[in-house]
């Protein structure tokens, strides 16, 4: 498919690079006395309508002030900078199935959970779970001790929170792909316009039963004035052992290789090491992100272990027809959540 489009900047106003977010403590909001006492009194509320996190709507977790500011983050989310820290959660008063709910009810304000795979999990684990590279149906998040580059998931927003950390290493970063992408229109439009092609994508394994094991989507997307980014290299790459997937052009394979060589300059990232109880959300269409190697000791109470939410933002209210979750709509069918235990935490 050609799409015939002449790359163009894109939302330059919010293409930082890592020199104008050198400061942690521009990105991260800090929970105050006042929104903790409205957390606690929000999981007591969503405690007496269900323990099943599932159970829980927005009317179900109460907030006030903490709702403004949330709302606000939202919005800095689609038309700022793209992620943010919050920290953070108050790992001795609540339990981890505490921690998950809380985390949960601010999600709700944040966005409406999707999906994160066929299984139709709303709350994902990331964590270690014995899954290997040459498992042909792996995810990001199966996978433990490994690096992972520089990618976006399936969602509008994407929310991490830290119930464990590593023994060492495993710091969670992001790119902002905006600016990425503005380089490469201005130095490589020719590598721009390819990304602007349809891609295959393999699923994984959790395609719809009868269709193809691949689905084709475009890296880069313009609409409405907005950049929409779905960069996923090791699954596009993936796609290749399908007979029937088209084959990528050595143009495609290059622009992938910049986008992240790019991703990876220091100039373009930023990297944190979130605490337990501390959360990260990020606008999937802007901020490309991933994680440091990491060694676990579940002995010590040290296994990295964090809980994830895909979000729609009810914020952004105009997304290109391919971003509305066709390709997947089948993992929607059921409404589950993972529960994986995380070891026990450290005394």
Not at 118 to 134: I, P
Not at 243 to 264: H, I
Request: with cysteine; aromatic share 8%.
């Amino acid at each position: 498919m050609t799409t015939g489009v002449a790359p163009e900047r894109l939302e330059t106003h919010i293409a930082w690079q890592a020199k104008d977010v050198a400061d942690p403590e521009s990105w991260t909001v800090r929970l105050s006395p006042e929104d903790r006492r409205e957390l606690d009194a929000a999981l007591a509320h969503a405690k007496t309508v269900s323990r099943d996190l599932l159970d829980i709507g927005l009317e179900d977790f109460p907030l006030d002030g903490l709702a403004e500011k949330l709302s606000a983050i939202e919005r800095e989310l689609i038309d700022g900078r793209g992620f943010v820290r919050i920290s953070a959660l108050d790992t001795a008063r609540y339990d981890d199935d505490e921690l998950t709910m809380l985390y949960w009810g601010i999600g709700l304000h944040l966005g409406d959970p999707w999906p994160q795979n066929a299984k139709g999990h709303l709350m994902g684990d990331v964590t270690d779970q014995g899954k290997a590279l040459t498992d042909p149906t792996f995810r990001g998040n199966e996978l433990g001790q490994i690096a992972l580059d520089y990618h976006t998931d399936g969602a509008d927003l994407i929310g991490l929170m830290c119930l464990r950390k590593a023994h060492t290493g495993g710091l969670s970063c992001v790119a902002n792909v905006v600016a990425i992408y503005n380089e490469m229109v201005a130095t490589r439009p020719d590598l721009v316009a390819a990304l602007y092609e349809a891609l295959p994508y393999d699923f994984r394994g959790e395609q719809r039963a009868g269709t193809k094991p691949f689905y084709e989507f475009p890296v880069f997307t313009a609409h409405a004035g907005r950049l929409f980014v779905r960069f996923i290299p090791a699954y596009i790459r993936a796609s290749q052992r399908h007979a029937d997937a088209p084959r990528l052009s050595p143009r495609a394979e290059e622009a992938l290789d910049m986008v992240s060589t790019m991703a990876r300059d220091p100039r373009n990232n930023v990297y944190m090491d979130l605490q337990p109880g501390e959360m990260q959300f990020i606008n999937n269409y802007h901020v490309l992100h991933g994680r440091t190697a990491y060694e676990d000791s579940a002995e010590a109470g040290e296994k990295r272990h964090l809980k994830r939410l895909w979000l729609a933002t009810r914020y952004l209210k105009d997304r290109p027809p391919h971003f509305r979750r066709q390709e997947n709509s089948h993992w929607a069918a059921r409404r589950t959540a993972s529960h994986i235990a995380a070891v026990a935490r450290p005394h």
